[in-house]
């Protein structure tokens, strides 16, 4: 197959996955092989009190590739990929979750997308009429009844935000990120109506989404949080105006800087 040249960049957040991260790695990483694109992972472990670290970082020697990177404490999965954007090297960055309940073979449709559409951001979405999803109930009504919410507030282009398989033209997320504020919970609606709101075009595509575990790792305590970030971001965004000022406030540090060295 022709090379292609174009690197890639997989973001990888992983907590406690230590019965999953070996394979999932391997997985992805004959996914990218196969394309053809110069590929890394980058792993995020967070803090995990399984062996997600040591096992991922074994495999750094058969990959070299591969970057693990680990927080000692558990900061959230959005603070562990804000930190990723100090490793990406690639033209383009990938966000897939580590438990593959979305295959990495996927990204192609996503990239596909990406050219056709002229997008700067492609997302999965469970959503999406071609999508086949397999998820409980519950699940579906919690994603609905968050997509109206999320429609009302900030009329973003997209039925569905939370789904672990994102592409992004990498300049995107080093304008977008280092403004976030990044609570624990709602980052992706943070990037993406923030990404949104500076004029990046958002393109949602089908995904296949196969839960490998029997049952989500999210309770009702990070629903409720959930819905309290995301009201908090819209407080920033349209209240305060705050992430319009940062610009503002980043200029003004600077000129004190260089206030500071002229003195
Ligand atoms: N770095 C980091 N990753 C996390 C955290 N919580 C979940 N993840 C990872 O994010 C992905 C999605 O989490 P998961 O629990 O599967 O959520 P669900 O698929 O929405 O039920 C998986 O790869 C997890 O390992 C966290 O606090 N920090
Ligand atoms: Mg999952």
Redesign the pocket.
Known sequence: MKALKEKISIVM???N?GSRIVSSIEETARAFDDFGYPWEIIV?D?GSSDDTYEKANALAQKYPQLIVKRNPV?M??GR?IKKALHYITGDYTLFL???M?LHPIQFQTLFDIMGFDKADIVIGSKLHPNSIVNYPLQRKIISFVYYLLVKILFNLPCHDT?T?LKLFKTEVLRNVLPRLLVKKFAFDLELLVNAHHLGYKIVEAPIILKPQRPY???GPSALISTGLDTLAIFYRMHILKYYDRIDYYRRKNLAKEFRRMRR
Do not use: F, L, S, T
């Open positions: 957040p992983a907590y996955e995020m967070d558990n959230g999965k562990a979750d580590a438990d309940d939370q672990g989500g790792r999210i």
